[in-house]
């Protein structure tokens, strides 16, 4: 009845079909990157980010590419991802909705959907293992894959 949003659009205004209307989002709404235990993401709705900035930033000591993984940008660190809804995120690089590198996360009951970027416009894994369970990934456009890339990961 009252959904927890985690939401990057600082002015309210998100239209996923115009960036525009993006430019003054977070690059990411959620980041796990290094180490966090047995960490647990549970239970949100992660919306309006915008991964569009062409840089590194560091983050728990972890190099990270800021135009990627406008949803949830998980790097060198293995949360439990459960309950999730990713949706209207937006990258001008890669994984729209989530971008996992060099992870290996157990993700049970996941939606990706209507989030864009060039390749994996709703999910891009890199050099992972992703245990994935009940996994919906709908509405997701991209040039390279629009609902998932896998890249050097064991799919």
């Given at each position: 009845?009252?959904?927890s949003i985690l939401s990057g659009d600082f002015n309210?205004?998100?239209?996923?079909?115009?960036?525009?209307?993006?430019k003054e989002n977070a690059?990411?709404?959620?980041?796990?990157a290094g180490e966090m235990g047995s960490a647990l993401i549970d239970g949100f709705t992660i919306t309006g980010g915008y991964a569009d900035y062409n840089k590194f930033v560091i983050v728990n000591g972890i190099e990270m590419y800021s135009a990627g993984g406008a949803g949830?940008?998980?790097?060198?660190?293995?949360?439990?991802?459960?309950?999730l809804i990713i949706t209207k995120?937006?990258?001008?690089?890669?994984g729209g909705g989530m971008l996992l590198v060099q992870s290996d996360s157990e993700i049970p009951n996941l939606a990706i959907k209507e989030n864009n970027a060039p390749n994996g416009?709703?999910?891009y894994i890199h050099q992972s293992e992703a245990k994935m369970v009940n996994i919906a990934v709908t509405n997701n456009?991209?040039?390279?894959?629009?609902?998932?890339v896998s890249r050097e990961s064991p799919f």
């Open positions: 009845n009252n959904p309210g205004n998100d239209d996923i079909s115009n960036p525009v209307t993006m690059y990411h709404v959620v980041i796990s949830l940008y998980v790097k060198s660190s293995s949360p439990i991802i459960n309950n995120n937006a990258s001008t690089y890669r416009g709703g999910i456009s991209a040039i390279s894959g629009g609902g998932m």
